[in-house]
Structures are given as structure tokens and as C-alpha cells.
């Protein structure tokens, strides 16, 4: 499967701001789906994952509350409402897929290319 996210940008903090992601491919309704980041200098961690079979919802401390995961499989498309973001938010954001739940939430099957989200205080 193939990823490419969308919808990075430069956002105020408090404001809300929407990333996608396409898959290509059939198998889309198969994985589950995630979200990571990474900031300068800091690890990729994990942001949020969501499951293909019953949707089941993953999030990270950090977010939880936040940010919301979604996915419309008819649409092949994976979604990340961002609401509030703050400072500590800005990263690179990258969509990902997994075989597992284990695998989405630690490491991921596929990794789609990246999308800059700056947030400005």
C-alpha cells in the first residue's frame, strides 16, 4: 500500500487544522491505520492509530483529547482533526499502516511521506 498525507500547513495555536491521507491500492480496508510525528531533533513517535475492523481508537497521552482519527474507507483516506494545537505540536506528521495493532501503534508495515505542521504561539 501506498501513502501520501496532506493538509500540513502553518496554524495558530488554538485553531484547528485537518491532515489526510490517501492510500492506494485495494487492501485499504485491511490495515490499520496510523498517525506519527517527528519534531527537530526528536524521535518519530506515535500520535494516534485507528483499527480497520471495528475502529477502535488509539492516542498518545499528549494529544488524547485533542486530536481525533478517522478513516473513510470508501475514500481510501485516513484522517487527523487536529483541535488546539499547541507549540509542542509542531513536527513532520506521517500516515502509516500496519498488520497489527501492535505494529501500527510501534512499528509500522508502510510509511506514507510526511507533512509539516507548524504551529505558532
Known amino acids: 500500500v501506498q501513502l501520501q498525507a496532506y493538509g500540513g500547513g502553518l496554524v495558530q495555536g488554538g485553531d484547528s487544522l485537518r491532515l489526510s491521507c490517501v492510500a492506494s491500492?485495494?487492501?485499504?480496508?485491511?490495515?490499520?491505520m496510523g498517525w506519527f510525528r517527528q519534531a527537530p531533533g526528536k524521535e518519530r513517535e506515535f500520535v494516534a492509530a485507528?483499527?480497520?475492523?471495528?475502529?477502535?481508537?488509539y492516542y498518545a497521552d499528549s494529544v488524547k483529547g485533542r486530536f481525533t482519527i478517522s478513516r473513510d474507507n470508501a475514500k481510501n483516506t485516513l484522517y487527523l482533526q487536529m483541535n488546539s494545537p499547541k507549540s509542542e505540536d509542531t513536527a513532520v506528521y506521517y500516515c502509516?499502516?500496519?498488520?497489527?495493532?501492535?505494529?501500527?501503534?510501534?512499528?509500522?508495515?508502510?510509511w506514507g511521506h510526511g507533512t509539516q505542521v507548524t504551529v505558532s504561539s
Open positions: 502509516a499502516a500496519g498488520l497489527t495493532i501492535y505494529n501500527i501503534k510501534t512499528r509500522p508495515d508502510y
Open positions: 491500492g485495494r487492501t485499504f480496508l485491511m490495515y490499520h
Open positions: 485507528i483499527s480497520w475492523n471495528d475502529g477502535s481508537t
